[in-house]
Every structure is written in structure tokens, then in C-alpha cells.
């Protein structure tokens, strides 16, 4: 069974910058795995930030990115802001089977 | 307005079967796989199934296959969840919506679905 694996929380300053990873059990995240981002704030659905590893949508704030790093996919926040607290779930595509991340909690004090 | 509205979730026994819908609306619908997704009280989101544009195929998580089947009404804008065999641990909410896309649609705010006896 595949597992996909973030940090279980991070704490940032607001102004800061953090970087979120995940990793596959598999090995070494590629672009093939089509990696996506998930916000969820508290009592909403998830939000999609990005996808196909590096990609925003328009409504995703420029201070988000996503990227490959160390063999595993990363989002990284710049200019953090209280908004900004929430969980963030990252997803792989496993040979064509979406896996989310077991999720972030990233809290901005 | 675009949006994705799932319907359907009750409380059910175990055992017991349960039939979810997701409505969509504001935008070319048949253009889109679409997915079943679910979080249990506290925890994390899980991937539970997606079908594709034109319902010709679909595929599903370990945990579901053989109890669950997904389908979809591109004529009714409509996508299905049909949970037969339900257990506990299936209780959730569940959210319809797609991955992978640039210009989405955003996840339906759920419906819950609990089992227990």
C-alpha cells in the first residue's frame, strides 16, 4: 500500500516563509506524479492551490508555489499571512491512482 | 454559478446501502473526470474513486472495490456513488470534485455519511 507523507504541523511567523514536502513510499517524487495541492480551512472543503506539480489556478495567491525538491514535491508559502492557517494535503498519482498526503497543519503565530 | 452539490448522506447500519449524488452546474460538466473523495471525523482526506469524462471508466480505492461503484448522467449533469456493504469505517463526509484541472470547479461542501448501529 502506497503512503504519501507530510510533516504532521509546522508553525510560522506571519511575514515568513515555510516549505511544505511530500513524500512518496514508492521513492523519488517526479513530475510524473502529477502532484496537487489542497488547502482546507477549518469546517470547508478542500480548495485546490496547485497542480500538475508546479501550476496555480487564478484564484491561488502568488505567494504559493510548488516545486520538486529533494525528491519529493514541495509548496512552499512566502509572505505567510493569518489567512494562510490551515491543513494542506498534498496528492500523487500512483500508476494512475490519486494518493493523498497524510496532511499539514501549518499555523501562522 | 459553478458548483458541485453532493446529496444523499444519512445514517445507515452496517451492512446497509446508501446512494450519493453530486450536481453540477456552470460549466461543461462532460469535459471533466470526476472524483469521490472522503474525510472521517478529525482525520485526512482519502481518494475514493474517479470516473471518467464519459463514464466509460472508472476505477477505485482498495478499500472500497466490490462495495462501491461510481457512475455518472453527463445528460443530468449528474455524478453517482452507489455504497453497498457499508462499514463503520466508512463513515465520512463526502466530496465530489476534480483534479488536475486549471480552471475547476470548487469541491461541494460534502454530505456526510455515517454507519453505525
Known amino acids: 500500500q502506497t503512503v504519501v507523507t507530510q510533516e504532521p504541523s509546522l508553525t510560522v511567523s506571519p511575514g515568513g516563509t515555510v516549505t511544505l514536502t511530500c513524500a512518496s513510499s514508492t521513492g523519488a517524487v517526479t513530475s510524473g506524479y502529477e502532484s496537487n495541492w489542497f488547502q482546507q480551512k477549518t469546517g470547508q472543503a478542500p480548495r485546490s492551490l496547485i497542480y500538475l506539480t508546479t501550476n496555480k489556478h487564478w484564484w491561488t495567491p502568488a505567494r504559493f508555489s510548488g516545486s520538486l525538491l529533494g525528491g519529493k514535491a514541495a509548496l512552499t508559502l512566502s509572505d505567510v499571512q493569518p489567512e494562510d492557517e490551515a491543513d494542506y494535503y498534498c496528492?500523487?498519482?500512483?500508476?494512475?491512482?490519486?494518493?493523498f498526503g497524510t496532511g499539514t497543519r501549518v499555523t501562522v503565530l | 454559478e459553478v458548483q458541485l452539490v453532493e446529496s444523499g448522506g444519512n445514517l445507515v447500519q452496517p451492512g446497509g446501502s446508501l446512494r450519493l449524488s453530486c450536481a453540477a452546474s456552470?460549466?461543461?460538466?462532460?469535459?471533466?473526470?470526476m472524483h469521490w473523495v472522503r474525510q472521517a471525523p478529525g482525520k485526512g482526506l482519502v481518494w475514493v474513486s474517479h470516473i471518467n469524462n464519459d463514464g466509460s471508466y472508472a476505477n477505485y480505492a482498495d478499500s472500497v472495490k466490490g462495495r462501491f461503484t461510481m457512475s455518472r448522467d453527463n445528460a443530468k449533469n449528474m455524478v453517482y456513488l452507489q455504497m453497498n456493504s457499508l462499514r463503520v469505517e466508512d463513515t465520512a463526509v463526502y466530496y465530489c470534485?476534480?483534479?488536475?484541472?486549471?480552471?475547476?470547479?470548487?469541491w461541494g461542501q460534502g454530505t456526510l455519511v455515517t454507519v453505525s448501529s
Open positions: 456552470g460549466f461543461t460538466f462532460s469535459k471533466y473526470w
Open positions: 470534485g476534480t483534479i488536475n484541472y486549471g480552471d475547476p470547479p470548487p
Open positions: 496528492l500523487l498519482y500512483h500508476n494512475g491512482v490519486p494518493v
